[in-house]
């Protein structure tokens, strides 16, 4: 009984840690943010106080509805596709080698292509819609995730894989038990990099060609010059990236649990 009571102080401890330092930092940086700005007569540097206070009139209910969810479906949208691409081409990729041999020099070649060079091209292809955005955001996204996942299948253990082979484990059952677990902290964390880059990418496709969306609305604000307004913009999808940003690392916890413990227990013997 002592024993669960002590590893519930311990949990308890380490969420809390965790909390501190996941809300310490932004309090800390706006707090300097405040301080830096108190006495500004700058007007295109308003004081924090004053976008604090711009911030409910300007993100309403209804602004909320006609923006930010529909920014938050395209990145979602966008982020998932990415997600599937990345992971299923990165272990077919990872797994063959010569068809790593084949795609290798290709992959480079576009990887080092800047995602947002190519939104007057996918906008041709893809016309000005939410396609557009959506293709606009998997296309920066599926990077990261595709390279780590390519990593993570090549780093599988090859004793295990042989283990697998010499009991008749392959096709899905391997991929399913043995290949993507043991890759799955590469691709986890391929995906995280891969949150941040569609956060800004779905930013910079609503400033091509769009009648809606946070990235669409900072613009309008800053042609009309309503600047206060504008940093609120700016603001929220400060407070969006962070939201998404905690939410990822929940879910990473959970997902890989048995990871984490693995390295709690390595490092404690």
Known sequence: MASVRTRGDRTVKALTRQVLFAVGLPAVLLGLWWAASDASTDPFWPPLRTILRTFPSVWTGERLRSDVVPSVLRLAAGYV????AGVGLGT??????????FCEPVLEFLRAVPPPVLV??????????????????????????????????????????????????????RLRHLVLPSASPQIVAGLRQALSIGIILMVISEMFAANNGIGFTVVQFQRSFAIPDMWTGILLLGLLGFLLSVAFHFAERR???WYHGLRASTRRS
């Open 81 to 84: 596709l990415a997600g599937l």
């Open 92 to 101: 077919l990729i990872g797994s063959r080698r010569g068809v790593r041999a």
């Open 120 to 173: 007057p091209v996918i906008m041709l292809f893809a016309g000005i819609g939410d396609t557009m955005k959506i293709v606009v955001i998997a296309s920066g996204c599926v990077w990261p995730v595709l390279l780590n996942t390519v990593e993570g299948v090549r780093a599988v253990d090859s004793v295990m894989l042989e283990t697998a082979r010499s009991y008749h484990i392959g096709g899905v059952g």
């Open 255 to 257: 997902v890989l649990g």
